[in-house]
């Protein structure tokens, strides 16, 4: 059973937005042969409006 929390923020770099996103995933209970311990994401995200 994997535990998730995820947080992002949009920020602007000159005119360009940009969204940054990070998380964290515990897995709280897995089979013996499943993931276990602690994950972590990071992403960026080039945003390009019209």
Do not use: H, Q
Not at 13 to 32: C, F, H, K, M
């Amino acid at each position: 059973m994997p535990i998730n929390v995820t947080v992002g923020k949009l920020i602007k770099v000159g005119n360009r937005p940009i969204s940054l996103t990070g998380g964290l995933r515990y897995w709280a209970e897995s089979p013996d042969t499943g993931p276990k311990d602690l994950g972590f994401r990071f992403v960026v995200t080039f945003l390009f409006p019209k």
